[in-house]
């Protein structure tokens, strides 16, 4: 959640070279099981890379490999013709994030809150008549999008889990990011690392990875952007990208444009850039953040981007869990109360 500067180192690793960095990160955390031995320390840094025994999707079921390019849409959706509808879930966990996508019958869940929310998530989860997640997306590691992922992970049956590129920052090594390794282990869920082209089928929607974060210390950095496209709406989101992942997504050359936007980094003013902002053009912007919260989200420069834009505003410390959705061709949004 803080603010922090980011530095962009190369990106034009060789694959040597790269083997040979990833030679160094598995010999360093070698280096730092046996000294964890020695001193009896129980963590998962005392042991192998929390990367080793998790299942790898194998390229069956549902996903394609990375296209070369993004197409754009050459309308506006305006309805499925089957009749399948697609409902966008803007959950109040809080200064936290999570979002649920529901396509037909499938669903995908976008981060998942923090440990405070563990409970009201699950209900809110269950409420919406989920039983199986077909994709849970985690955006990057911060505390406040993986609080209780866990519990999701334990609660829920997950067919595959979308990971940041964590060879762009250092691996986190927080309790709460290993127990959702721990429990994506256990049961043996299907993982893959997010990069820019990647797509995933959900009834007749496609959810597409626009970008995979950029090279960074900062966490918000490494989010995983992308945007999802069915029948009746289009809809994209930036995790807590800053201002480096909406400069990448720009020079990628990626099909921005979108009905609905979820403001980057909870509205903060690090995030939503005024030439990003031209280039997605929401019809509605939900900004997910806490009441009264200590980061003076939503931050008033990024409400009055928005607004300059003619973008409809809804957040969830005003108006509670946020529901969008296609009725008789028209955009429609319905929220827990009422804004004061």
């Known amino acids: ?105 499938g669903f995908i869940l976008i981060d998942a809150a923090d440990s405070a929310h563990d409970e009201e998530l699950i209900h809110d989860l269950q409420a919406a008549g989920v039983q199986t997640i077909d994709l849970l997306i985690m955006t990057h590691p911060h505390a406040d999008h993986i609080g209780a992922m866990a519990d999701v992970l334990e609660t829920f049956t997950v067919k595959q889990v979308l990971l940041p590129d964590f060879d762009k920052a250092p691996l986190p090594t927080t309790r709460t990011f290993e127990k959702v390794l721990e429990q994506i282990e256990t049961q043996n ?84 850039g005024e030439k990003f902002l031209s280039y997605v053009r929401p019809q509605i912007s939900i900004i997910s953040c806490g009441v009264d919260n200590d980061y003076g989200h939503p931050d008033a420069e990024t409400l009055d981007k928005l607004n300059a834009i003619g973008a409809q505003i809804y957040r969830t410390d005003l108006q509670g869990t946020i529901t969008v959705r296609r009725v008789n061709g028209q955009l429609q949004v319905e929220t827990e109360k009422e804004a004061a």
């Open 189 to 272: 869920i299907p993982t893959v690392t997010a990069e820019p082209g990647w797509t995933f089928t959900l009834g007749e929607g496609t959810l597409t990875v626009l970008g995979a974060g950029v090279e960074t210390k900062n966490y918000n950095e490494l989010s995983i952007a992308g945007r999802f496209d069915s029948p009746d709406l289009t809809y994209l989101f930036t995790g807590d990208g800053e201002s480096g992942v909406e400069q990448d997504l720009l020079d990628s050359g990626a099909n921005l444009s979108a009905q609905v936007y979820k403001a980057g980094h909870h509205g903060s003013s690090t995030s939503s």
């Open 1 to 105: 959640m803080a603010k922090r500067k980011t530095s962009r180192r190369s990106r034009g690793k060789t694959a040597q070279q790269q083997a040979a960095l990833n030679n160094l990160i598995r010999t360093l955390i070698g280096l730092a099981a046996a000294l964890a031995a020695i001193l009896g320390v129980n963590h998962y840094m005392g042991g192998p890379s929390p990367w080793e025994g998790l299942p790898v999707f194998d390229g069956s079921s549902s996903v394609s490999a990375p296209a070369a390019s993004v197409p754009a849409s050459s309308s506006a959706p305006s309805g499925s013709a089957s009749g399948e509808t697609t409902t966008l879930r803007f959950l109040d966990v809080g200064q936290a994030d999570a979002t649920l996508i529901q396509q037909g019958s």
